[in-house]
Nanobody, 122 residues
Framework: AVELRESGGGSVQAGGSLRLSCATS?????MGWFRQAPGKGREAVAS???????IYSDSVKGRFTISRDNVKNTLDLQMNSLTPEDTGVYYC???????????????????WGHGTQVNVSS
């Protein structure tokens, strides 16, 4: 069974940084991070399709960095210059689903972690 376990969430002031980590049960081909802000749907913020195919949402581009360690079986998300708009539950995901007409649009995933809360105060 595929297991994904997030850690590293918490509270931080605007301008600060957090690093999320996802421990996986093994090597998984495509992985990423989604977030769900209060009252909103779940959106993909960083997707690692392969080492040379990484997709960031416009809202986090230049501030967030996704990386994976294939030896430790972990997927990390370094989040810098955080703003209150980054507040939400962050989910680690594997087996990313892509829109047939736009392969850069990540629409969901086959496997999900339970999520970790990130709160950014102004």
């Amino acid at each position: 069974a595929v297991e994904l376990r997030e850690s590293g969430g918490g509270s931080v002031q605007a301008g600060g940084s957090l690093r999320l980590s996802c421990a996986t049960s093994g090597y998984l081909y495509s992985m990423g991070w989604f977030r769900q802000a209060p009252g909103k749907g779940r959106e993909a913020v960083a997707s690692l399709i392969s080492t040379d195919n990484i997709i960031y949402s416009d809202s986090v581009k230049g501030r967030f960095t996704i990386s994976r360690d294939n030896v430790k079986n972990t997927l990390d998300l370094q989040m810098n210059s955080l703003t209150p708009e980054d507040t939400g539950v962050y989910y680690c995901a594997a087996g990313l689903l892509r829109e047939p007409g736009d392969r850069r649009k990540i629409t969901g995933a086959d496997y999900w972690g339970h999520g970790t809360q990130v709160n950014v105060s102004s």
